[in-house]
């Protein structure tokens, strides 16, 4: 798969409701009421990670998961991290 462009990234990126593009990532930061939302909300973004084969960078605490996605090996954004940030959204 290929690295978008900074262009191809800023034309997408609308289209996912709160991410940002920074650090070489498409980013989101989730809150909910409490742990067991939030790692409730982590198990089902697995299942659905391992059915594309694509894993996010994120961390969980308490009440709160922020998620990093970009394809290590094309080495930047790509169209698969947009695929998985929209699964993502639909879930939350």
Not at 4 to 13: P, Q, R, S
Not at 56 to 76: C, F, M, R
Request: proline fraction near 2%; aromatic fraction near 10%; hydrophobic fraction near 35%.
């Amino acid at each position: 798969m290929e690295k978008l462009t900074e262009k191809e990234i800023a034309e997408k990126l609308p289209n996912l409701k709160g991410w940002e593009h920074k650090d070489g990532c498409i980013q989101k930061n989730y809150t909910f009421k409490n742990f067991k939302q939030a790692f409730a909300f982590m198990t089902r973004v697995a299942f659905e990670c391992e059915a594309q084969n694509h894993h996010p960078d994120w961390e969980n605490v308490y009440n709160s998961v922020s998620i990093k996605l970009n394809t290590h090996d094309a080495g930047g954004v790509t169209q698969k991290d947009f695929d998985l940030a929209k699964t993502i959204q639909d879930l939350a």
